[in-house]
């Protein structure tokens, strides 16, 4: 399995553009999450999917923030419009077993986004 | 909602045991404490999970005491590859919130 892929790796957009950080999750996995890296606030859970389902999206920081999953092997993280401050590694993890939030997690590589 | 703390940074040179400890004082009763491994430019890596008292696998032990308000991850005989900043993690098995700790970066020096 090629693990958890995430596209693009890097995004450089300016400031009220619509960004959408796209994510695979390894198959068969029944859980996904994305989180945000800053130095700032570290790491970050933003949302949390099982079986495509959101769970938990308390992290979402603004109406501005959207995720979707329409199928076991995709999602996608909307922000529209972008500001300065969301720029921020944003990593997509999945996991195995579902409802147990803290089983282990595979990350993907992440996405460096920069906002202008 | 539970919060964890760790230091910031810790030193070492390769051979030597390398123990990491991560502040949960508000950990729920079903909360699990996993830890992982951040290499810069990549997402973290699984380490190692526990619940209760010790675990080991092939590259670290878990300690976890009795009133799990903390964890210490232990790396035995650490080389230079494992330099790196190790997270603890911090799942609460009814909300399912998680809360990754401040991060501990480790170097590790020859």
């Known amino acids: 399995d090629a693990g958890v892929i995430q596209s693009p790796r890097h995004e450089v957009t300016e400031m009220g553009q619509e960004v959408t950080l796209r994510c695979k999750p390894i198959?068969?996995?029944?859980?996904l999450f994305w989180y945000r890296q800053t130095m700032m606030r570290g790491l970050e859970l933003l949302i949390y999917f099982n079986n495509n389902v959101p769970i938990d999206d308390s992290g979402m920081p603004e109406d501005r923030f959207s995720a979707k999953m329409p199928n076991a092997s995709f999602s996608t993280l909307k922000i529209q419009p972008s500001e300065p401050r969301d720029s921020a590694v944003y990593f997509c993890?999945?996991?195995?077993?579902?409802?147990?939030?803290?089983?282990?997690?595979?990350f993907g590589p992440g996405t460096r986004l920069t906002v202008l | 909602l539970a919060k964890t703390t760790q230091p910031i940074s810790m030193d070492s040179y390769e051979g030597q045991e390398v123990n990491i400890t991560c502040s949960h004082n508000n950990i729920a009763t079903n909360d699990y404490i996993t830890w992982y491994q951040q290499f810069p430019s990549q997402g973290p890596r699984f380490i190692i999970q526990?619940?209760?008292t010790k675990v080991t696998n092939e590259v670290a032990s878990l300690f976890i005491p009795a009133d799990r308000k903390s964890s210490t991850l232990s790396l035995p005989r650490v080389s230079l590859s494992d330099t790196a900043v190790y997270y603890c993690?911090?799942?609460?098995?009814?909300?399912?919130?998680?809360?990754f700790g401040t991060g501990t970066r480790l170097q590790v020096f020859p």
């Open positions: 526990g619940y209760k």
């Open positions: 993690l911090v799942g609460d098995y009814n909300t399912d919130k998680l809360i």
């Open positions: 198959s068969g996995h029944n859980s």
């Open positions: 993890a999945s996991s195995l077993v579902s409802g147990r939030a803290a089983n282990e997690q595979f």
